[in-house]
């Protein structure tokens, strides 16, 4: 990236537009925002309500203090270095220190997060991957020490929620796969219990962003987020396909896919010489990457149909990600007491450099994404949207200036507010309408309009819920444009005060009780069983 630039991967402007809006709201004095302001070209969407927010808070932080074009780069290397800490701390449990770095490495540039870095640029997905060994880590401190393994577990379960949610859908059922395995082990309850009770309270602490998300989808069109090629059966290993684009993309991950089972099956069987060392680690490892190499082959798309929520995970082949943490492991412990160590690490050291190698000449390397992200929130054009946080009646593609023939055409900014005549059609100068803009920020939108006749004002925004009218001070209801769900103003003859205002809505309120009611409830959990640990060192001191 150094010498080429950013690798422009498949939702690399996704992700850049979002941190670019959001900076725009910091500097406006939102730190957490819930509306994209320049979403579907400048009409808005609530992407940050369901989006998790970790990513792009850290995408925007870094692109506050360092050069725009460098915040990509600097995002995936600071990940892929906590990767490596957190399989680190993972696999010391188990492994010498040398074997321990070595898995640590192995994780940070296994095959599927050079996928996601040079090909799917999913920066969230990657955050949540670099977790992930920190989960089992958790989990095997739950089994091994009961209550007196928390917080992490809790803490890890609720950082992936707020990182990436298909990457947590698939943590979720790792994690009750790994606690499973644990009671099978320890022929009791406890680990079922402890692990269950630490779920909990993750769910709990990422309350805030979880339940408004579940909570407002009924007021998006989240049915598109498994439309045509995102659905799961259409993107099992080696799955065919009329889009020749999305073929070859299947393939190439398919073949990363193979790969690293095979690796990892092969370090599996070598380790397994070992496994008296770390017994309950060894088997929930095992039992992991069957279930992983498992569920991305279509014999199982009964259970991709029926388990809650797994098919919001779209792509089977996201089941690397926990994959990945098991092959490394298996390699660093299968190469450790080996006689042949030296070529294990030679053989997978060229593997892997070779598959990066192909990995960065296929890529797509485009330095201009985002310079024209910037032009276009600074000159107020906006960016594209996306279909499943689209609000429920609109048509994104049928707004004011959209060429729906074209979905790559770039409409011009469209004015921010617009006169409607009574058929809906909007007119410049309706009525000798006169308005004049207050304010316009992404969560509040002030303007005086004054009209020798009743009217109604188109105004640049997407009706949703959580936007309340105010006219002259008094709550008022909007009407909504046919297709598009454009928010009109009625307005009776006279001069009026108009403000928009995009509110904190219920279930906001209550989900941030619950997060800040867990964190406390825990830290007292947490105290409590340190204390009496303390004295019952004492004790035995004396």
Known sequence: ????????????????????????????????PRWAQWANWGFGEPRFVFYPPASWMLGTALGSVLPWRMAPGAFIWLTLIFAGFA????????????????????????????????????????????LLPLLVLGALRVIRDGWRGLPLLPSV??????????????????LALLLAIGAIYCRGFRPL??????????????????????????WIQIAEVLAQNLRPERNFLFTSGSDPEFVLFNWKVSGVALTVMLIAGIAAVLAARRRREFPELWWMLLALGLASAMLMFPPVLLL????????????????????????????????GRSRRALYWWAA??????????????DAWWDSEDIPVLTEAIRSGQGYEGTDEYAPLGCDR???????????????????????????????????RLRLHVDEWTA????????????????????????????????????????????????????????????????????????????????????????????????????
């Open 193 to 218: 219990v402890v692990g269950g009770a630490a779920m909990l309270a993750g769910f709990g602490l990422a309350a805030f962003y979880i339940f408004p998300a579940a909570f407002e989808q009924r």
């Open 348 to 361: 997978l050291l060229v593997i892997t450099g070779a598959m990066a190698t192909v990995i960065v000449r």
């Open 87 to 130: 399989m680190w701390r993972m696999a010391r449990e188990c492994l010498a220190p040398p074997q321990a770095a070595a898995a640590a490495v192995f994780f940070a540039v296994n095959p599927y997060h050079l996928v996601i870095v040079y090909y799917r640029s999913d920066f969230a997905e990657l955050l949540a991957s670099a």
């Open 157 to 174: 379960f609720a950082a992936i929620w707020l990182s990436n949610a298909p990457a947590a859908v698939i943590s979720t059922y790792s």
């Open 397 to 431: 593609y049928s707004l004011p200036g959209v060429n729906p023939a074209d979905p790559e055409f770039v409409p011009p900014a469209t004015p921010l507010i617009v006169p409607v005549n009574p058929d809906s059609t909007l007119t410049p100068r309706a009525h």
């Open 304 to 335: 991709w149909r029926n388990l809650p929520k797994l098919r919001f995970v779209q792509f089977p082949w996201r089941w690397l990600v926990p994959l990945g943490a098991v092959y490394a492991f298996f390699i660093a412990a299968a190469a």
């Open 443 to 542: 969560e509040r939108k002030k303007f005086t309009a004054n009209s020798l006749r009743s009217t109604a004002v188109a105004v640049r925004l997407i009706n949703y819920p959580a936007w309340q009218l105010l006219v002259d001070g008094a709550p008022a209801s909007p009407r909504v444009a046919p297709k598009t769900a454009q928010f009109l103003v009625p307005l009776a003859a006279g001069s009026h005060h108009v403000e928009l205002i995009f509110v904190r809505t219920w279930d906001r309120s209550v989900s941030a009780t619950i997060s800040a009611v867990t964190a406390m409830i825990l830290l007292t959990a947490v105290f409590i069983v340190r204390r009496r640990d303390t004295h019952q060192a004492h004790g035995v001191v004396e």
């Open 1 to 32: 990236m150094f010498f080429l630039g950013n690798a422009s991967g498949h939702d690399f402007d996704f992700h850049l537009a979002s941190w670019l809006d959001v900076s725009s709201q910091w500097h406006e004095g939102t730190f957490y």
